[in-house]
């Protein structure tokens, strides 16, 4: 993974990142840099998150994405957990996507998604859309509340009712639909707008 002590990203890792991760060189050594003292807070990370979407306001999505990325849930995340989390949530393999998903859904971390947690990070989502982007969304799901309907009603779940993992991973993969509303395509309009900007 390159040499601590010198604070350098080695050029494999460099390369492997870029190659599997939407992120850019100079992102990913800001990343890095924040880990060399071993571990980040959730502060920290929601201010880096932060810097990649200067339009919008990342921190509930961070708070979650944070959230399911702490795989022991002790409040900070070292380069490995961080770099695995990576690798999931960018991994072409479909059903380790919808893993990732499914944690980054189930809020409270019980095995099943309700759809009041749907609600929370749908809203999270929308907050980093801007509102121009807004504008161009579909009617029935050009609002937080539209979408997470649009989405429970697919699972066809009762008000009160959960969705576990394998219904959930089921579900969407039997319908790709509803994969583009759970999931948040927006950083590469972001990336490009920071391109545009240099």
Known sequence: MGNAKSGALSKELLE????????????????????LTG??????FESIYASFF?????????????????ANSDGTLDFKEYIVALHLT?????????EWAFALYDVDRNGTITKNEIHEIVKSIFNMISKEDQKKLLDDENTPEKRTDKIWDFFGKKENGKITEGEFIQGVMDNKNILRL?????????QERLKEKQ
Do not use: C, G
Not at 39 to 44: K, T, Y
Not at 183 to 190: M, S, T, W
């Open 16 to 35: 492997e990142l870029k190659m599997n991760t939407k992120y850019s060189e100079e992102q990913l050594y800001t990343w890095y840099q924040k880990f």
């Open 39 to 44: 571990r980040i807070s959730q502060e920290q």
């Open 54 to 70: 200067p339009d919008a306001d990342p921190k509930a999505y961070a708070q979650h994405v944070f959230r399911s990325f702490d």
């Open 90 to 98: 960018s991994s072409r393999k479909t059903v380790e996507k919808l």
């Open 182 to 190: 759970i999931q948040f395509d927006e950083p590469q309009k972001v």
